[in-house]
């Protein structure tokens, strides 16, 4: 049996009594009590093999940050195991794309979600800034997931076959938010500009977590600190969720910039 | 302090220890040990402040179904607190939002999420409608809530001033799909058809979960037993995507039509 278990979103507390049960079953991990082995996305996608193959014969568990189908690779997993007949389990557990709705804004009203990468000087792709467009003309909000780099092999180590890694980068709501202005700037279609409303999310589930609500402008010089960060375009918003919302102000009694209030 | 605590999707054992702990801090429970007050939306709604009274002097522990805000009430809840002064801390967890990834669909291809109302003989709503129709214009899925009517006044109490209530109901698959080309049939302009793909879900993150995926015709006489259900009207899909859902395809040996394969 292979079981695929959500942690959650903030530390080894946020497993669930199932996904603990299902863990203490199993012969392949640590925390818990249990040997763990560290997978990266190396190791998931190149040699799972080696993953399922063990869980034919006894219970392997696989823990993943959030929710299991958060990211494609884990929807591969489950194929590969059920192409080649092993069970599967799945324990759900929060993920960054529920938990947003902590801020206020409704999670029926949001469009499609969009993902901002880090640019380069070679590459900087901007597909994001059509699906904004179109979500904000709706009256949408736009939950935008910042890149993450880790385990990204150099550009040299590629060239020359000995692999070796780039410094691990989490994308800041700054960065994400001078990335957004500036594809702006080169449409200049005013999907959104320095005054559109945003609320910037960052360590979602922790006790220090911090939420900030304010424009563009103002939320590009907020620090907020350790990854994981990620950002809400609000769109058009109705009076319970502007009163949340208050709550978030930049500015505001009650606000959460310094990771106090709702934790 | 006011706890409100995701109690996830299956069963108790869904809680997460973050979430236990809370719970075995407060003096308003029971399951896990603590005696419980069962708050139907009435007492939620109109009675709130009794709760937030206790919550000045002492833990009081509000456990939700899903993730805390999934729903508008838990966000009125939050609003009311702060204002009279009360902490909150918020312990989240998955809710059907996220849960549908299990599917395979990915998450971040989805539209904005729709509501399916009960049709009466005089109230066919049907603002879910245009809805569908943009999302499967951009190629996004749509995921479709399904009515859930508890503790609803009858319409002659209402009259009378005396309350009593309509027996639960809640919407099965087939009635969606039923309702849902009616409205096809009354605007005709082919947002979906009987041969659009759909995805089925019944009980979804318990044991005895069942997911279907078929077109509307195939889905509209599949018994997906005891609720809660909803529905995934599919979008434009990739071969990852693709790939998922043949095992939870009407026909397919792997599919889960018996509550079977993945758990």
Redesign the interface.
Known sequence: MLYII?L???D???????G??AVKKCEKEKLYGKPIILADREMVEEKVDNILSEAHGSDVAFLVVG????A?TH??L??RA?TLGV????V????V???I??C?L??????????IPFFTKTWRPDSFYEKIQ?NRN?G?HTLC?LDIRVKEPTLESLCRGRKQYEPPRYMTINTAIEQLLEIEQKHGESAYDEDTDCVGFAR??SEDRMIVAGTMRQLRIVDFGKPLHCLVIVGKTHP??E??LE?YKIGSE?SEQKGK???
Chains 1, 2 share one sequence.
């Open positions: 959500g959650g979103l903030g080894e507390r946020d497993i669930t009594l199932r603990l049960d929710d299991p189908f958060g494609t929807t591969d489950v194929v059920k069970d599967v389990k799945v759900h557990n929060a993920s794309m529920n938990a709705g902590i206020g409704q999670l029926y009203r949001y469009g499609e979600t969009v993902s179109r709706l949408l997931l979602l589930g319970v969720e009163e949340m709550f009650n209030g709702i934790a």
